[in-house]
């Protein structure tokens, strides 16, 4: 388990449904992220958790919950998946009543460090252009802009650009 005075990132819990849901239904995921069903039910939280574990267990995909480290309660979610020769790639989403709070930047500041430590050399995070909450988040963890794609990120709405931002173990040990 990642930790640090504030947080800890452990696996999602099936008690922890109704607040998933809530977290993953909202106006912001629907337009940023529509390949997630709207409303996100309960059921659907079910079989998250399972596909969540089977790519754990196989290795292909990371999922934390991001929790409070004094009362144990989900603040929101940090992912790390398409890894390969070397890199990986993170996306998160926090409930509603943790926004603001700079809790993700601190859990990607965990990941980050285990991520290099075990030898990886690149994270990315990739979104739209107009997603400025993430890309201030990309930002504030120490991520720089390395490129935008017209028209290569899928809205609710229609199509946007897709920034990428990169952060190297280079950048991390100060070389």
Known sequence: ???????????WRSDEAQ??????????????????????????VQFWLKD???QRAAGTRFNWCVAD??????????????MEEGSGELGFWLHPDAQGRGVIVEAIELVA???FAAGHQRLWIK??????????????????????????????SGRDAMV???RTAQVDSGS
Do not use: C
């Open 113 to 115: 460090h285990w991520f």
């Open 164 to 166: 990428a931002y990169e």
């Open 52 to 54: 969540m574990a089977e």
């Open 127 to 156: 979104t739209a252009s107009t997603n400025g909450a993430a890309r201030r988040t990309a930002e504030r963890s120490g991520f720089r802009l390395v490129r935008t794609e017209p028209d290569a990120y899928a809205l609710a």
């Open 69 to 82: 480290a004094a009362t144990d309660l989900g603040l929101g979610n940090l992912t790390l998946f398409r």
């Open 19 to 44: 607040r998933i849901s809530t977290a993953r239904t909202n106006q912001a995921t629907a337009h940023f992220l529509p390949f997630i069903p709207q409303p996100f039910t309960v059921e659907d």
């Open 1 to 11: 388990m990642l930790s640090s005075s504030r947080l800890q990132l452990r696996e």
